[in-house]
């Protein structure tokens, strides 16, 4: 059974950090491209970041370029998405997304599974 499980939302104030992770329990994680999504109220589902199956290629919004980090441990079967600088405009809940291969992408629809989401919220 394909799980993904996000881990570390919570409330914090603007200018703080967050540092979500996503374990993965899906077959041949370490070949997959993996990313983050996310989805504020009334709006919708928005790319964040992706991370190459090998880890080395990472892409971001526009929106939070030089504020994120998007890292993987194979060995752990498991990606991290650190937040810095946060803003009130990051409030959503966050998605960790599997791909069906090693494809890196913005489309939602390129990732294969999906996780229940983590709330984040930033207050100003």
């Known amino acids: 059974q394909v799980q993904l499980v996000e881990s570390g939302g919570g409330l914090v104030q603007a200018g703080g950090s967050l540092r979500l992770s996503c374990a993965a329990s899906?077959?041949?994680?370490?070949?997959?491209?993996m990313a983050w999504f996310r989805q504020a109220p009334g709006k919708e589902r928005e790319f964040v970041a992706s991370?190459?199956?090998?880890?080395?290629?990472?892409s971001y919004a526009d929106s939070v370029k030089g504020r994120f980090t998007f890292s993987r441990d194979n060995a752990k079967n498991t990606v991290y998405l650190q937040m810095n600088s946060l803003k009130p405009e990051d409030t959503a809940v966050y998605y960790c997304a599997a791909g069906a291969g090693q494809l890196t992408t913005t489309r939602a629809e390129a990732y294969a599974y999906w996780g229940q989401g983590t709330q984040v919220t930033v207050s100003s």
């Open positions: 899906v077959r041949a994680f370490s070949s997959r491209a």
């Open positions: 991370i190459s199956w090998t880890g080395y290629t990472t």
